[in-house]
C-alpha cells in the first residue's frame, strides 16, 4: 500500500512511519486490533502534507489523536491511521489557541493555573483539544460551542486549510458537521477565556451543590475545576491506568431527545413499568425533552457492574453510563454489551439509545 517512494515522502515531512502497530496503545478503552501502519505527525505542517499526499493518492487514511471517542474492531485498520500528536498551546489574555493534538485536560490545566476562566467545566474529560469541536464536547453545564471562537480545518476535497466560526460547524447536543465524516481534519482550536479568573456561571445542579453555591454563581476556576475533578473520579470518569472502571469511552449513550409528539407515549411505558409515582429526570431540549440514558439504563434492570463481576466487559461499577474493559476483553465483547444494554432499554421503554463514540469496522 505504502511503496518505497510514498514512505520516503512521509519521512520527509517530518512523521515517523511503522507497520503492524496496535490500536489498543492509542484508545482509552484500550480495544482495537492492528494498524497497516501507523503515521505519527508531530507538526501542524506534516500533518497537512501527509493527509494531502495520502489523500493523492487514495490511500485509506484513519485519524486519531487521543483516542478517547473510538471503538476499534479487532480486526484494526487495513490502511494508514495519521496519529496527531500535535501539542501547542497558545495561551493569551482572553482566549487559548491549541493544537489539535493537544492533550484537553492538559489545556484546561494551563488555563486554569494561568488565572483564566471558562474551562474549568470541561476539566478531567479524557481525548485531544482537536475532538471538542467535533463532539460539541459537554459536561456540567458547559459546551465547547459556548466558548468556541474559531477551528482550523482542511478541507480534504480542496487540500485548502482555513479558519471558520463556529457558527459553520452546525453544533448541537454532542455533535457537529464534523462528526461521522472524514471530509475535514481539525488543525487548531481557538477558545474563548475570562481573564478575571472565574468561572461560567454554574449551571449544574450536582456541581452547585458539590461548592455549596447557587446555580447561576459564578466561582474561582480552580476552585470549580476541583470538585469537577472530584465528582468525575466518584464516577471513573477520569483516566486512572490502574481502575478498570475507567478503560472506557466515557459516556458510552448520548441522553435521548424524545420529540414532543412521542413523549406521552414513552412516559407512560415508564410509568407502566415502574408505577405513576416515579420521578423522570427530564430536561427541555431542541427538539424534544432530553430523559437521562444512565437513569433508563439502570431502571431497565442493567445496574453498575453489569453482568458479572468475571465478564470481560462491563457497565461501570461507579457509573452505568460507561462500559467498560476490565482488561481482557475484546472489541466484540463490548460490542455485545452495547447491543444487550440498548436494545433492553428500547423492550422496556421503546427508547432507542444510539452511541455516542466513533466506530471503525464495527457495528454496534
Known amino acids: 500500500m505504502l511503496d518505497p517512494r510514498t514512505r520516503a515522502r512521509l519521512a520527509d515531512t517530518g512523521a515517523a512511519v511503522s507497520e503492524q502497530?496496535?490500536?489498543?496503545?492509542?484508545?482509552?478503552?484500550?480495544?482495537?486490533?492492528?494498524?497497516?501502519?501507523?503515521?505519527?505527525?508531530?507538526?501542524?505542517s506534516s500533518l497537512i502534507e501527509v493527509v494531502r499526499l495520502l489523500d493523492a493518492q487514495r490511500v485509506p487514511v484513519l485519524l486519531l489523536a487521543g483516542g478517547s471517542n473510538l471503538v476499534i474492531g479487532d480486526g484494526g485498520f487495513d490502511g494508514v491511521?495519521?496519529?496527531?500528536?500535535?501539542?501547542?498551546?497558545?495561551?493569551?489574555?482572553?482566549?487559548?489557541?491549541?493544537?489539535a493534538g493537544a492533550e484537553w485536560d492538559?489545556?484546561?490545566?494551563?488555563?486554569?493555573?494561568?488565572?483564566?476562566?471558562g474551562l474549568e467545566c470541561l476539566s478531567g474529560i479524557p481525548g485531544s483539544a482537536g475532538a471538542t469541536p467535533v463532539q460539541n464536547v459537554g459536561a456540567y453545564g458547559v459546551e465547547v460551542g459556548s466558548v468556541l471562537r474559531g477551528?482550523?480545518?482542511?478541507?480534504?476535497?480542496?487540500?485548502?486549510?482555513?479558519w471558520v466560526g463556529p457558527e459553520a460547524l452546525g453544533l448541537g447536543y454532542r455533535t457537529s458537521v464534523l462528526k461521522h465524516t472524514d471530509t475535514a481534519v481539525v488543525l487548531e482550536v481557538e477558545l474563548e477565556l475570562r481573564g478575571d479568573g472565574t468561572?461560567?456561571?454554574?449551571?449544574?445542579?450536582?456541581?452547585?451543590?458539590?461548592?455549596g453555591a447557587e446555580e447561576g454563581e459564578r466561582r474561582p476556576a480552580s476552585e470549580v475545576r476541583e470538585h469537577v475533578l472530584a465528582l468525575r473520579r466518584s464516577k471513573g470518569m477520569v483516566l486512572d491506568s490502574a481502575d478498570h472502571d475507567t478503560w472506557s469511552a466515557g459516556s458510552?449513550?448520548?441522553?435521548?431527545?424524545?420529540?414532543?409528539?412521542?413523549?406521552p407515549g414513552v412516559l407512560a411505558a415508564i410509568a407502566?413499568?415502574?408505577?405513576?409515582?416515579v420521578r423522570i429526570p427530564r430536561f427541555p431540549a431542541d427538539g424534544g425533552t432530553k430523559l437521562s440514558a444512565g437513569w433508563l439504563i439502570e431502571r431497565a434492570g442493567f445496574g453498575k457492574g453489569f453482568p458479572a463481576a468475571d465478564a470481560p466487559a462491563r457497565l461501570s461499577t461507579k457509573h452505568t453510563l460507561a462500559l467498560t474493559n476490565r482488561?481482557?476483553?475484546?472489541?466484540?465483547?463490548?460490542?455485545?454489551?452495547?447491543?444487550?444494554?440498548?436494545?433492553g432499554v428500547e423492550d422496556a421503554f421503546g427508547v432507542r439509545l444510539h452511541p455516542e463514540p466513533v466506530t471503525v469496522d464495527c457495528v454496534i
Open 199 to 211: 468561572s461560567a456561571p454554574l449551571a449544574y445542579r450536582e456541581l452547585a451543590v458539590a461548592l
Open 151 to 162: 477551528v482550523r480545518l482542511l478541507d480534504r476535497r480542496t487540500g485548502q486549510d482555513s
Open 81 to 99: 491511521v495519521v496519529r496527531i500528536a500535535t501539542t501547542g498551546v497558545d495561551l493569551r489574555e482572553d482566549h487559548v489557541r491549541v493544537d
Open 21 to 44: 502497530v496496535p490500536l489498543s496503545d492509542f484508545t482509552t478503552l484500550r480495544l482495537g486490533g492492528p494498524a497497516r501502519y501507523l503515521v505519527e505527525c508531530r507538526s501542524t
Open 272 to 277: 407502566a413499568r415502574l408505577g405513576e409515582d
Open 252 to 263: 458510552f449513550f448520548t441522553n435521548p431527545v424524545i420529540p414532543d409528539d412521542r413523549l
Open 327 to 343: 482488561g481482557r476483553a475484546s472489541t466484540a465483547d463490548l460490542v455485545a454489551l452495547a447491543r444487550t444494554v440498548r436494545d
Open 106 to 117: 492538559g489545556v484546561v490545566a494551563a488555563t486554569v493555573e494561568s488565572g483564566l476562566g
